[in-house]
């Protein structure tokens, strides 16, 4: 799909800069110029056009005056412009326009796996740079100018390394769902480092940032459009999340796929560190902080494979002030995935966190859980089914300076001193929690993202949610020399109990908001075939072979209550009320649902099933049909969006049938139910 700049611009940027975006100005780019890989004297400007420019980079120290210049193509990673093309194949339906390109010279071209055919991506290596120095540039198509002459088109150098002088990241994971969430939860740290007048040196993406299987046009939509303006001004630092994972792959070397197309990351050591060979995992130096990126998702994590190996020697070499892992699988959740549960982020716990913690790491980043929890400061815990507070705590304190005071480690690298683990995987996917994680000082349900400032000796993370308030702060000093301590009982968060209106099988369900672009399978108001007054017999009414001939047919919504419904039903008095809808729908290429999704108001509870097969549940405590148990009426009002779960397995090409059982609690006066059913692709 091929997007505006325009477009971009009066989403966005044109609310937070006030820019004066008019359509016959402005160039269309298919992806607007964003910052890559950075160093003391280094980065890269990468963009996407739709056909081939004659590509030039202009920049200078002043927003005028811009005598630096790139413009020679080249065809490695040295120098110049590297331009990479999407031509297509030649079984590949090409649109016309584009087939004249397919070139000899054009063919040699480094591939762009997955965008759009006629698509050039340019990632133009500015060389020569001073250090620690703010510049401003622009992108041209020969001789006319591309980008505004806006204050936004900048990028400072990094310091030398080794530099004491403060220094601001921001973190964030799990934001690429598009939704009104994501954009809060940016806006609120763009105000954030407003009022403060301290911009962002750098950031960190923790992952899942292209819902939902990271396809090109997702990560387009998603994350480029979403953070333009943090992306074109300063450099994002990713790690590769489980979304992305569905269409990227982190192979030695270039990994393929949307993901690897988009960024452009130190494997040779570029930046300081140790070289890694890989985009999969990396490091970098930033001033006097060392920052290492790992791939949770499809590398082997292992102690004796090649990323812990590594790892291993990248923090044998590193003598920075302060070391920073990230990753996207965290080693300590009980969010909307349990670490103790789940193989990947077990590992991470038990066979990285190790390695991590003797070479003296400080802060550990990661999303993936869409939640909020933030350490104690910790050293130890590695169990691979639990994860144990008790002598496992160096300090139980809150870490906030006007509170239990911050956490105190020894000056320099010392192994086991201590680490703050932090899952901020609150960008923007819908919030869930499964329990308490006995090391965590604050576990909160907020979308938000982390604002970390280090000055010298000092390192201070602070969670700011979508309003823009800071929900955490805790700060770090290290300083003298300070002996550890083991805490035998440390300080434990109370245990989380489920609010009463949830019932304990709703568990796997995910209630999230509704995806933005979505096609309907079963349209509102639609004719149902229904049962009231009885109940089925055997579950056969859920399936698909089933014959509800003599059942009576409607439209949705079905319920007797307060309000009209179209198809109005009585309360039989003395007696439960339920009622039993089917429906049969056509889907095809089911491989390439991302999600489908039941948009449903109700009351009291329901349980859905396709083909057969449960997949959604709400209200309703154990059982099905006239057998049901543990109705909780429903509390909220309102249209619900559950995303149905086990859709692969459920789902067939072809004909498939839908099907709905509502109860009402004993005590209810009405019973409802008016669902409809969308997929996204
Ligand atoms: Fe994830």
Same mark, same amino acid.
């Not at 245990?495 to 349209?523: F, G, W």
């Not at 039993?580 to 009351?603: A, P, W």
């Not at 004909?655 to 019973?671: G, P, Q, Y």
């Given at each position: 799909m091929i997007r505006l700049f325009v477009m971009v611009l009066a989403a966005w940027a044109a609310g937070f800069y006030g820019l004066c975006a008019s359509s016959d100005s402005l160039p269309v780019f298919t992806r607007a110029p964003y910052l890559q890989f950075s160093t003391t004297n280094s980065i890269y400007v990468v963009w996407r056009n739709e056909g081939p420019i004659k590509p030039v980079v202009k920049f200078g120290k002043s927003l005028n005056r811009l005598p630096g210049e790139v413009s020679q193509i080249s065809d490695s990673t040295g120098t110049g412009i590297v331009v990479r093309a999407s031509l297509g194949t030649n079984s590949e339906t090409i649109p016309s326009k584009w087939r004249s390109l397919r070139t000899e010279e054009n063919l040699k071209l480094r591939k762009l796996h997955s965008a759009p055919v006629g698509t050039f991506q340019y990632e133009a290596r500015l060389v020569g740079l001073e250090t620690d120095t703010k510049y401003y540039y622009a992108v041209y198509d020969g001789k006319k100018r591309l980008t505004p002459a806006d204050e936004s088109y900048s990028f400072t150098t990094m310091p030398p390394v080794g530099t004491r002088r403060p220094i601001r990241f921001w973190s964030l994971g799990d934001g690429g769902t598009g939704r009104r969430e994501q954009a809060e939860v940016f806006e609120a740290m763009l105000d954030v480092t407003k009022r403060e007048k301290r911009p962002l040196d750098l950031w960190l993406h923790l992952g899942d940032m292209a819902y939902g299987t990271g396809r090109d046009t997702e990560f387009q939509a998603r994350f480029f459009e979403s953070y333009d303006l943090a992306l074109r001004s300063s450099v994002c630092w990713p790690t590769m999340g489980n979304h992305e994972g569905f269409t990227s792959k982190g192979n030695q070397g270039q990994g393929i796929g949307p993901y690897y197309d988009a960024y452009v990351v130190p494997r040779y050591a570029e930046a300081g560190g140790l070289a890694s060979g890989t985009e999969a995992y990396y490091s970098f130096n930033y001033a006097n902080i060392h920052f290492i990126c790992l791939d949770s998702h499809d590398q082997e994590r292992k102690p004796d494979k090649a990323m812990a190996k590594w790892l291993k020697a990248d923090l044998e070499k590193a003598k920075a002030d302060w070391q920073v892992a990230f990753f996207h699988h965290p080693p300590y959740t009980k969010g909307s995935h349990d670490s103790d549960k789940e193989k990947d982020m077990a590992e991470m716990r038990q066979f990285l966190m190790p390695i991590i913690e003797s070479g003296g790491v400080d802060l550990v980043l990661a999303g993936h859980s869409h939640i909020y929890e933030r350490s104690m400061l910790i050293d130890g815990v590695y169990g691979a089914t639990n994860m144990v507070a008790e002598n496992n705590v160096l300090d139980d304190g809150d870490g906030d300076p006007d509170g239990d005071g911050p956490y105190r480690k020894s000056a320099g690298i010392h192994p086991h001193e201590g680490t703050v683990a932090i899952v901020a995987g609150n960008a923007g996917a819908a919030m869930s929690r499964k329990g308490t994680v006995s090391i965590m000082k604050r576990t909160l349900t907020e979308y938000g993202s982390v604002i970390i400032d280090v000055d010298g000796d000092t390192m201070t993370g602070r969670m700011i949610n979508r309003t823009g308030k800071v929900r955490d702060l805790f700060s770090m000093v290290k300083r003298g020399k300070v002996d550890?301590?083991?805490?035998?009982?440390?300080?434990?968060?109370?245990?989380?109990?489920?609010?009463?209106?949830?019932? @304990?099988?709703?568990?796997?369900?995910?209630?999230?908001?509704?995806?933005?672009?979505?096609?309907?399978?079963?349209? @509102?108001?639609?004719?149902?075939?229904?049962?009231?007054?009885?109940?089925?017999?055997?579950?056969?009414?859920?399936?698909?072979?089933?014959?509800?001939?003599?059942?009576?047919?409607?439209?949705?919504?079905?319920?007797?209550?307060?309000?009209?419904?179209?198809?109005?039903?009585?309360?039989?008095?003395?007696?439960?009320?339920?009622?039993?809808? /089917?429906?049969?729908?056509?889907?095809?290429?089911?491989?390439?649902?991302?999600?489908?999704?039941?948009?449903?108001?109700?009351?009291?509870?329901?349980?859905?099933?396709?083909?057969?097969?449960?997949?959604? /549940?709400?209200?309703?405590?154990?059982?099905?049909?006239?057998?049901?148990?543990?109705?909780?009426? /429903?509390?909220?009002?309102?249209?619900?969006?559950?995303?149905?779960?086990?859709?692969?397995?459920?789902?067939?090409?072809?004909?498939?049938?839908?099907?709905?059982?509502a109860h009402a609690a004993r005590e209810s006066l009405d019973l409802f139910v008016n669902p409809f059913l969308i997929l996204e692709d």
């Amino acid at each position: 799909m091929i997007r505006l700049f325009v477009m971009v611009l009066a989403a966005w940027a044109a609310g937070f800069y006030g820019l004066c975006a008019s359509s016959d100005s402005l160039p269309v780019f298919t992806r607007a110029p964003y910052l890559q890989f950075s160093t003391t004297n280094s980065i890269y400007v990468v963009w996407r056009n739709e056909g081939p420019i004659k590509p030039v980079v202009k920049f200078g120290k002043s927003l005028n005056r811009l005598p630096g210049e790139v413009s020679q193509i080249s065809d490695s990673t040295g120098t110049g412009i590297v331009v990479r093309a999407s031509l297509g194949t030649n079984s590949e339906t090409i649109p016309s326009k584009w087939r004249s390109l397919r070139t000899e010279e054009n063919l040699k071209l480094r591939k762009l796996h997955s965008a759009p055919v006629g698509t050039f991506q340019y990632e133009a290596r500015l060389v020569g740079l001073e250090t620690d120095t703010k510049y401003y540039y622009a992108v041209y198509d020969g001789k006319k100018r591309l980008t505004p002459a806006d204050e936004s088109y900048s990028f400072t150098t990094m310091p030398p390394v080794g530099t004491r002088r403060p220094i601001r990241f921001w973190s964030l994971g799990d934001g690429g769902t598009g939704r009104r969430e994501q954009a809060e939860v940016f806006e609120a740290m763009l105000d954030v480092t407003k009022r403060e007048k301290r911009p962002l040196d750098l950031w960190l993406h923790l992952g899942d940032m292209a819902y939902g299987t990271g396809r090109d046009t997702e990560f387009q939509a998603r994350f480029f459009e979403s953070y333009d303006l943090a992306l074109r001004s300063s450099v994002c630092w990713p790690t590769m999340g489980n979304h992305e994972g569905f269409t990227s792959k982190g192979n030695q070397g270039q990994g393929i796929g949307p993901y690897y197309d988009a960024y452009v990351v130190p494997r040779y050591a570029e930046a300081g560190g140790l070289a890694s060979g890989t985009e999969a995992y990396y490091s970098f130096n930033y001033a006097n902080i060392h920052f290492i990126c790992l791939d949770s998702h499809d590398q082997e994590r292992k102690p004796d494979k090649a990323m812990a190996k590594w790892l291993k020697a990248d923090l044998e070499k590193a003598k920075a002030d302060w070391q920073v892992a990230f990753f996207h699988h965290p080693p300590y959740t009980k969010g909307s995935h349990d670490s103790d549960k789940e193989k990947d982020m077990a590992e991470m716990r038990q066979f990285l966190m190790p390695i991590i913690e003797s070479g003296g790491v400080d802060l550990v980043l990661a999303g993936h859980s869409h939640i909020y929890e933030r350490s104690m400061l910790i050293d130890g815990v590695y169990g691979a089914t639990n994860m144990v507070a008790e002598n496992n705590v160096l300090d139980d304190g809150d870490g906030d300076p006007d509170g239990d005071g911050p956490y105190r480690k020894s000056a320099g690298i010392h192994p086991h001193e201590g680490t703050v683990a932090i899952v901020a995987g609150n960008a923007g996917a819908a919030m869930s929690r499964k329990g308490t994680v006995s090391i965590m000082k604050r576990t909160l349900t907020e979308y938000g993202s982390v604002i970390i400032d280090v000055d010298g000796d000092t390192m201070t993370g602070r969670m700011i949610n979508r309003t823009g308030k800071v929900r955490d702060l805790f700060s770090m000093v290290k300083r003298g020399k300070v002996d550890p301590v083991r805490l035998a009982l440390p300080w434990q968060p109370e245990e989380y109990k489920k609010t009463t209106n949830e019932v @304990k099988s709703a568990d796997y369900l995910v209630q999230t908001a509704m995806p933005v672009d979505y096609k309907v399978v079963i349209p @509102k108001n639609a004719e149902w075939q229904y049962l009231a007054g009885e109940d089925p017999k055997t579950m056969d009414w859920t399936r698909r072979d089933f014959d509800a001939s003599d059942w009576k047919r409607g439209k949705a919504g079905f319920g007797f209550g307060d309000e009209p419904f179209q198809t109005e039903l009585t309360k039989i008095r003395g007696k439960a009320s339920s009622i039993y809808l /089917r429906r049969e729908f056509t889907v095809e290429q089911v491989d390439k649902i991302t999600e489908l999704g039941l948009v449903v108001n109700y009351s009291d509870g329901f349980i859905a099933y396709i083909n057969g097969r449960e997949v959604a /549940r709400k209200g309703i405590g154990r059982s099905s049909g006239r057998n049901v148990q543990k109705i909780v009426p /429903r509390e909220e009002a309102g249209a619900a969006y559950i995303a149905l779960k086990d859709l692969h397995k459920s789902l067939k090409d072809g004909v498939n049938v839908f099907t709905i059982e509502a109860h009402a609690a004993r005590e209810s006066l009405d019973l409802f139910v008016n669902p409809f059913l969308i997929l996204e692709d």
